[in-house]
């Protein structure tokens, strides 16, 4: 069957979870203007690593913020898109504390400015990235139903945030609004700020782990070609929504994935502890039927494939992917 090809605006491309799912819109045919403004919140040589591996004749990316209103209005003159899937967002539970006014601009007025330019344009239909940080507190295995009022961290605050603003843009122009809440997100080229980058890095250096807590915390993870399809999925349309996009598998310890890693890696890693962060979850786990039931979609790549994946772009990547500041 031939797909008509569509016009997606697809918001922090350079990142992680937006670069594989710009990548598989253009595989099935697609064009995708991307942007992102290549914050040095992380190594900046890792983003630009996955920009490249995108470019095409149906790939055009820009580099602006969409904290900028006008920057974000040119972008909508320019092209008449389809539907927007606004993956971009400052990122990171700890760092949210030492800078939190960056992400509210950036994951609340930057989901403003959007939803804003769409409106004016009849560009009804927004994909938006959220967090399972929003669950802190609430029995698993986290339903999208529960109330999600309690938020500990400034990151999991501004992404509360952004979700009520695109309610009331669907409940006053109705838009068409899909949250996706990301459960762990991991795989090759990941951010070198989350524990499987890190690790794979320390143990294949011989540095010490820096580990928060005694390891037995525990993840929903999820890989990210799986978080990008579901991602697409739901492009679906659905009014509004939200599905969390996780493992649906039981939790897996921080050791049980050291144990893993360093399996892959022929090597032991050294362990250093660290007091627990007041803003961290202590476990996650996603009960993701509903987007099974509305979407079609379920995660298909375990942990050990994962692992596994990660393990290798690394290695394949050497020297640099070894020289990749962490934060």
């Known amino acids: 069957m031939t797909i008509q090809p569509k016009n997606y605006l697809v918001t922090g491309c350079a990142g992680f979870i937006a670069s594989r799912v710009a990548a598989m819109l253009l ?35 820009h580099t602006m913020d969409i904290e900028n209103e006008a920057e974000v209005e040119s972008i909508f003159d320019a092209t008449k898109f389809d539907a927007v899937l606004n993956l971009a967002a ?18 609340l007025l930057g989901t403003l400015n959007l939803l804003e330019s769409m409106r004016k344009r009849n560009v009804s239909k927004m994909v938006l990235a959220s967090t399972s940080s929003l669950y802190a507190g609430q029995p698993m295995p986290f339903d999208e139903s529960l109330p999600v009022n309690t938020p500990i961290s400034s990151y999991a605050a501004s992404k509360k945030a952004a979700e009520m ?58 890989y990210v070609d799986d978080i990008a399809r579901g991602t697409i999925a739901a492009l679906k349309p659905v009014g509004f929504d939200i599905f ?32 627990f962060h007041k803003a961290d979850i202590v476990t996650t786990q996603a009960n993701v039927s509903k987007a099974k039931t509305i979407l ?32």
């Open 27 to 61: 595989e099935q045919g697609h064009h995708v203007v991307g942007v992102d403004n290549m914050n040095d919140y992380y190594d900046v040589s890792l983003k630009q690593h996955r920009v490249d591996q995108l470019k095409c004749d149906r790939f055009t990316s």
């Open 90 to 107: 400052r990122a990171g539970v700890r760092y949210s504390m030492e800078n939190p006014r960056v992400y509210m601009t950036t994951n």
């Open 165 to 222: 603003l695109a309610h009331s843009h669907h409940h006053l122009y109705e838009m068409d609004i899909s949250v996706c809440r990301y459960f762990t997100v991991y795989g090759p080229a990941g951010r070198p700020d989350m524990c499987i980058f890190r690790f794979i890095h320390w143990i294949a250096q011989g540095e010490p782990i820096e580990l928060f807590g005694d390891g037995t915390q525990s993840r929903d993870f999820t």
């Open 244 to 275: 969390n996009l996780g493992g649906g598998n039981d939790p897996v310890s921080l050791l049980e994935v050291i144990a893993k890693l360093e399996a892959l890696l022929g090597k032991k890693a050294k362990l250093t502890h660290r007091e």
């Open 296 to 327: 079609g979609w379920k995660p298909s790549v375990d942990l050990d494939e994962g692992l596994a994946a990660c393990v290798d772009w690394y290695q394949k990547n050497q020297p640099w992917s070894a020289n990749i500041q962490l934060p």
